[in-house]
C-alpha cells in the first residue's frame, strides 16, 4: 500500500531563514506526490507536484520540493520563509500505478510558524 | 475559472438531523471528490465521481453518509441522523481527465453536531 509519512508536526522558523518540512513516502510504484497548503478555516491550495518528470520540482511562492528515489523522499523547502508561509502543509500521494485510483492519501500535516 | 464552490460554508445542527451539502466543482472538470477532514488530521478520502458515475464509495464512514452527482455537474453529500462524530470539515475537490491530475479545493463545509 503507498502512504507517506510527515516527520514532523510542527516546524518553527524566523522570518528570512530557509525552510524544511520533510516526507517520506512508501510505495510500489513510481508514485505520483504532491505538497498542499492549509491556511486556517480554508481549503487545500496544490504548492507543487511530481508526477516522474524531473526530480526537482518547482511550485509557488518560492517552494520546491526533490523527489530522491533512493531515500524515499520528497522535502519541501524554500530558501526564505516569509510571515504569510505559517500554514499547515500536507505531503501527498495517490495510490495506483500511475495514479490510477485517483484519489488522494494526505499525511498528517506540518505545522509552519513563522516568527518575526 | 470561479473555483470549487462549497455550501454552505458552516453548518450547526442537533444529533439526529439529517444534512445536506453542496459542491459545485470547476466547470469542465469531471471528476469530483469528497473527503472529511477532523482536527489536526489529514483530509480522509469518502467517495469520488468521475461524470456522474460514482466508482468508489467504500470509503463512506457509515450507511449513514451518501452522495449524488445526478447530472455529472453539482454534487451533494447527506449525513442522516448525524451524531456528534460527524462534527468535522468536509472538503470537496474536483479534477480534469485522470487519476494524477492535481485536485483542486474547495473551502469546505464545518459541520458542527450540539
Known amino acids: 500500500a503507498q502512504s507517506v509519512t510527515q516527520l514532523d508536526s510542527h516546524v518553527s522558523v524566523s522570518e528570512g531563514t530557509p525552510v524544511l518540512l520533510r516526507c517520506n513516502y512508501s510505495?510500489?510504484?513510481?508514485?505520483?506526490l504532491f505538497w498542499y497548503v492549509q491556511h486556517p478555516n480554508k481549503g487545500l491550495q496544490l504548492l507543487l507536484k511530481?508526477?516522474?518528470?524531473?526530480?526537482l520540482v518547482k511550485g509557488i511562492n518560492g517552494f520546491e520540493a526533490e523527489f530522491k528515489k533512493s531515500e524515499t523522499s520528497f522535502h519541501l523547502t524554500k530558501p526564505s520563509a516569509h510571515m504569510s508561509d505559517a500554514a499547515e502543509y500536507f505531503c501527498?500521494?495517490?495510490?495506483?500505478?500511475?495514479?490510477?485510483?485517483?484519489?488522494?492519501?494526505f499525511g498528517k500535516g506540518t505545522k509552519l510558524s513563522v516568527k518575526p | 475559472d470561479t473555483g470549487v464552490s462549497q455550501n454552505p460554508r458552516h453548518k450547526i445542527t442537533k444529533r439526529g438531523q439529517n444534512v445536506t451539502f453542496r459542491c459545485d466543482p470547476i466547470?469542465?472538470?469531471?471528476?469530483l471528490y469528497w473527503y472529511r477532514q477532523t482536527l489536526g488530521q489529514g483530509p480522509e478520502f469518502l467517495t469520488y465521481?468521475?461524470?456522474?458515475?460514482?466508482?468508489?464509495k467504500s470509503r463512506l464512514l457509515s450507511d449513514r453518509f451518501s452522495a449524488e452527482r445526478p447530472k455529472g455537474s453539482f454534487s451533494t453529500l447527506e449525513i442522516q441522523r448525524t451524531e456528534q462524530g460527524d462534527s468535522a470539515m468536509y472538503l470537496c475537490?474536483?479534477?480534469?481527465?485522470?487519476?494524477?491530475?492535481?485536485?483542486?479545493f474547495g473551502d469546505g463545509t464545518r459541520l458542527s453536531i450540539l
Open positions: 475537490a474536483s479534477s480534469l481527465g485522470t487519476g494524477n491530475q492535481p485536485q483542486h
Open positions: 510505495s510500489s510504484y513510481s508514485p505520483s
Open positions: 511530481y508526477t516522474s518528470a524531473a526530480t
Open positions: 501527498v500521494v495517490i495510490p495506483g500505478v500511475g495514479g490510477s485510483q485517483g484519489n488522494l492519501i
Open positions: 466547470s469542465e472538470h469531471n471528476r
Open positions: 465521481f468521475q461524470n456522474e458515475a460514482q466508482l468508489e
